[in-house]
């Protein structure tokens, strides 16, 4: 099989987290190679909101950006099927198609004269300190590289390899409608769901994004959360969102986004830690420092999440959030804290 040629960083998987760190290396001058498996424009199962904490990271850590979005600022909170609040967010959240959206970011990557191979990831070989890893490709070929990032999403290949283990997550399963007449985000908890978990609706520029996901979510689960809350069967598609706190922390092989499981643990937003680790994995490469060095203050927050999500979803703050949702004054104020950028 013949070796393809050299590349100082091999990033593997171009969502929002492998492409923004490929294109934050490309610009600082290092020798970058994004590979995808998939062919590009590639669905995605996601409800595609960025809160205004992910849209302004991305403004700053690309500027001149476009993507088609629709800004929604109106929230209606339910629990147990009834609405019992609605309020404005101060700043809008933007639903982007994730299918055309991460292309777009891709064909940035591409006009900034970025280094692009559809090709799937096998295996990985290290061979010690100071040698190159090889990545096995599925086509046979082979990347030598000083560093592997894995932005491969929740069934990371590449923390497979870290950990030897195959654990995916939790599942959230979701099905498009026609667009709703109401511009709002809808979210419904109940005291029936796993570990609290949630119904959702996102707008996106294209169709309604119904979801759900919980501790044990099943798609006949989310078949009847959605048939509860008055919509009809459509065809329902399901996706891992990996979690842990386990991180297995490497110098030379790292893991951001998904594959790390940096996803939020009460909301499952993960498009904003993509962007935090992908910045951080490049900036951690760019300088020589350790990536856990450069990526503490995530790890610390997931950390924190965790622990956060175990009360928020506890029966004592159910209550309690069922007297803060007769003040949408407060709930606006939590909510609008919650989305700022801090990391
Ligand atoms: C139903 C659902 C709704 C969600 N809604 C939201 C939301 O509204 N807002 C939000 O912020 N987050 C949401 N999320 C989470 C969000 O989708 C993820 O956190 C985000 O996509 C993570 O980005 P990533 O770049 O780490 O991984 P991904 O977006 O999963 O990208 C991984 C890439 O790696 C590629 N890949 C995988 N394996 C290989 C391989 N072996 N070789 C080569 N390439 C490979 C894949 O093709 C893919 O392109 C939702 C998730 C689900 C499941």
């Known amino acids: 099989m013949t070796d393809t040629p050299k590349a100082k960083v091999l990033v593997v998987g171009a969502g929002p987290a492998g492409t923004v760190c490929a294109i934050l290396l490309r610009r600082q001058g290092v020798d970058c190679l994004l590979i995808d498996h998939a062919a590009f424009p590639r669905d995605k199962v996601c409800a595609g909101g960025m809160t205004p904490r992910a849209w302004q990271l991305l403004e700053g850590l690309v500027p ?38 991460d292309h777009r970011l891709l064909q940035h990557y591409l006009a900034q004269g970025g280094r692009y191979m559809k090709a799937a990831l096998a295996d990985i070989e290290e061979h010690g300190e100071g040698e190159d890893i090889v990545a096995v490709l599925k086509s046979g070929q082979r990347v030598r590289c000083q560093y592997l990032v894995g ?71 989310g078949r009847q959360v959605l048939e509860e809350q008055g919509y009809p069967k459509g065809r329902m598609r399901g996706q891992y969102i990996y979690q842990s706190l386990d991180y297995p922390l490497n110098d030379r092989i790292l893991l951001i986004g998904d594959a790390g499981g940096f996803a939020h643990r009460i909301t499952y937003e993960g498009i904003y830690s993509a962007f935090v680790t992908g910045r951080n994995a490049a900036h951690a490469i760019a300088t020589g420092r350790p990536f856990r060095e450069v990526n503490r203050s995530m790890m610390s927050r997931t950390r924190r999440d965790a622990w956060v ?18 003040c949408p004054r407060l709930m606006k104020a939590c909510f609008d804290k919650e989305i700022r950028h801090k990391l």
């Open 309 to 326: 999500a175990r009360a928020f979803y506890s029966r004592t703050f159910f209550h309690t959030l069922r007297l803060m949702s007769h």
């Open 64 to 101: 001149g950006f476009t993507y088609e979005y629709n800004a929604v600022r109106h929230i209606t909170l339910s629990l147990e099927g009834k609405r019992t609040c609605e309020f404005d967010a101060a700043e809008e959240l933007r639903i982007v198609e994730r299918k055309q959206f």
């Open 151 to 221: 932005a491969d999403g929740s069934n990371s290949r590449v923390r497979q390899h870290l950990t030897g283990r195959r654990d995916n997550g939790i599942l959230s399963v979701e099905q498009y409608a026609p667009r709703a007449e109401a511009n709002a985000i809808d979210i419904n908890l109940s005291r029936r769901y796993d570990f609290g978990g949630y119904f959702f609706r996102f707008p996106n520029p294209v169709h309604d994004v119904l979801g759900f996901v919980d501790y044990s979510t099943t798609p006949e689960k």
